[in-house]
Structure formats: C-alpha cells, structure tokens
C-alpha cells in the first residue's frame, strides 16, 4: 500500500481523503494492467472508461452550473492516482482538462454545455493547440493567424507538438488576431476536428508513446461564435489555462515518483547482495531517504499550490511554477535512483521502473519547461520587492 499519510495534511478535507481511497481503489481495479497495443484506441478506451464511471467529470466544470468551478485540488490527487498506476491513464484525464480548461474558465453556457457535456463522460476527446514550430514556451510569439471575415474567422498556420493530435475531437486553438502587438493580439477558438481546412500533417513519435501531431490549418473557417472569451485575450486565457494545470503536472510527477519510491523498497527488502539484503546497505538506504524527502517536498509544493487556488486566489503563477518545476526534477531524480538500484532490470523493456524513466523526462517539458519556470519564479519573487522583472 502507498504512503497516504499526505492525505492528513491541512491542504485536504474528508472529501478529498474519501475520493482518493475510492479511486484508488477503482484504478487498481481497471486501469493498472491496460495494455498499450493501440495507443490511440486505449486512449479511447480509457476516456470511456472514466466517463462511464464518473471520474472525468473532475476534468471540468459543470457546464449547466454557471458558478461551478474546478476544484485543483481533485484535480491533482486524480492525476497523482492515475500516474502511480498508468501512465497513460494519467495523459488521457490530463488531457481531458486541459484542452477544455478556456471553457471551464471562459467559456459561455452554451459552449460549455456543447461540449463539456461530452468530454466529462468520455464521449470526445479534447485537445490544447497553443504551441507552434517557432513558438513552444515563447507563446506571444506565435504565427498562425485568424482573420475575421464577416461573421467567420479564417484560421491559417500551423502547430505542432499538440497531445492528442489526430484523436481529438475538438481544439481549443491559439491564434494571432491582431488587435495589439505580441500577447495583446492573440485570441482562443473551439475547432471542431472535422472542420475543413484542419488537416494533421504529421503524427510525432516519443519515447513515451502518447498521440502527439502537427496540425496544418488551411483557410480554416470558424464562426464568430466560437471565440472564447473576448478577442485579444487569448494570452490571459491561456496563462490562466496553464496556472490551473502546472500544478497538476507536478503531481502526475508526484505519482511516477510515489510509484518508483515503492517499487524500490520492495525491491531493497526482497533483493540479496553479498548475503544480505540491500535494504540493509547504508548507501541504499541513503538513495531510499533522499527519495522520500524529495517525494515529500514535491507533495507539499504541488498541494500548496492546489490549496492556494482553491481558496480563492485569482492566480498561483509563482506557486504553480515552483510546483511543477521542484516536483518534476526531483521525480526525475528519484526515478534515475529507482533505476539504478533495480540494476539490469531498470532497463529492461516492459518493468514499471524501465516506463516510469521515459514517463518522467517530458514532464520536465511540456507546459513550460524548467528553465522557462525558474524565469517565471524569478520575476514573481523580484516583483514582490518592487525589483525590475
């Protein structure tokens, strides 16, 4: 049994210690042995499995509750379940939230109730389209355009690196309007994947298999209403998306790291070295301490975060990017060390520790690389004194 003395801290309250045993209890259940034959078909798969049970309903608001809002909380407790059992699992809910994350936030009642209705119960998956060949972190950089024409806009660039690309349902899409220069010009669309003009152009291979593509929009046309929010405040929502998320991030790391902590103490007890078990060697047994400080910190730092938001706070930039960047690096760490002390087979294709190694390295990544974090927790603590950011 994983550690949950974590769910005793004051972050929590009964509700959340309830939902954890019981999702616990039903991913080990489904989730823990899905094969991965057929990515795109055991994403589907998983997505129907967690719409059918409920869980994805945690992914995003309750589109006929115009004051319901997501509760981060739960957000990061599903994903730190479902990465200690499933990877992919962990991607698909992910994914879920994220693409839809400017409705949740922005969207009006009639796009939410479009379109959460059935992301939350697994019928369409959804999809976040904000990078782009020439603009990954650098956002307020981004190319592609969309141009209003009458009561329509025309979508015309490309992006790329973009999960769930070529399975999606719907986009959320980031595209430059205009109305002021670099962030200021940028807003946020609901694409329908079937709409013409939206083509994937190339589907991206990664050492931790997840459908990713390119996607090339040629004269695309959306109606007006499928703009979120007001024009030009793309940025802001996109930021605001993200605040949301990267906490979550750190907690998906927080789970690979849970699970590669586990599988090394049972691997130390059960293992013999020079007539004794390796959990009796001080130098394992210092590699075991530094993972369970490191797990321990990152928990804090990710249900700081989550906590912080949930209690009202507009936005967690600084918290959310300490999270993900302390939580992230650090599973990498432990994960590296799992690896190490599992020897040839933390190597080997196919063991927990072999795909908890490849999991691990994107997360350090995607929505906002590490180095990217440390310029966004430098200029929020070099604001707070008033200093030039």
Not at 254 to 279: Q, V
Request: charged letters at 25%; aromatic letters at 8%.
């Amino acid at each position: 049994m994983a550690d949950r003395s974590f769910l005793n801290w004051p972050f929590f309250e009964p509700r959340h210690v309830e939902f954890h045993d019981r999702f616990d209890d039903w991913v080990s259940r489904n989730l823990a042995g899905l094969g991965h034959d057929d990515i795109d078909d055991t994403c589907r798969r998983i997505a129907g499995m967690l719409g059918d049970a409920g869980w994805l309903h945690h992914s995003a608001v309750d589109p006929d509750d115009e004051g319901s809002q997501i509760d981060v909380r739960l957000l990061c407790l599903t994903r730190e379940v479902l990465a200690r059992h499933n990877g992919l699992a962990d991607f698909v809910f992910a994914m879920q939230g994220l693409g839809t994350g400017a409705l949740s936030l922005f969207g009006t009642i009639d796009q939410r109730r479009q379109w959460l209705t059935k992301t939350r119960n697994g019928q369409a998956l959804s999809a976040f389209a904000l990078s782009e060949p020439r603009s990954g972190s650098d956002v307020a950089n981004m190319d592609m355009s969309a141009t209003l024409d009458g009561d329509s806009y025309i979508l015309n660039g490309e992006k790329t690196w973009i999960s769930n690309g070529g399975i999606a349902d719907v986009y959320t899409v980031f595209a430059r309007t205009g109305e002021g220069a670099a962030a200021k010009g940028i807003s946020a669309f609901i694409v329908p994947a079937d709409t013409p003009g939206l083509d994937v152009a190339e589907r991206i291979d990664v050492i931790a298999p997840h459908p990713l593509a390119r996607l090339a929009f040629k004269d695309c046309r959306i109606p007006q209403s499928a703009l979120i929010g007001k024009a030009g405040n793309g940025f802001r929502i996109a930021m605001s998306v993200l605040d949301v998320f990267r906490s979550t991030v750190g907690s998906a790391a927080l789970g690979f790291a849970r699970r590669a902590l586990d599988e090394t103490i049972s691997r130390a007890a059960s293992r013999e070295l020079f007539g004794a078990p390796l959990a009796e060697l001080q130098m394992v047994q210092g590699h075991i301490a530094d993972m369970a400080l490191d797990v321990d910190a990152a928990a804090l730092l990710v249900y700081r975060a989550a906590w912080t938001k949930d209690s009202g706070a507009a936005r967690v930039t600084r918290e959310a990017a300490m999270a993900k960047l302390y939580a992230t690096d650090k599973a990498q760490e432990v994960i590296d060390k799992a690896v190490q002390i599992h020897g040839g087979d933390g190597v080997r294709t196919g063991h927990i520790v072999e795909s908890l190694y490849r999991e691990i390295r994107a997360l350090r990544i995607y929505e906002g690389a590490s180095d990217v974090q440390k310029i966004i927790i430098a200029r929020q603590a070099m604001a707070t004194m008033g200093a030039p950011a």
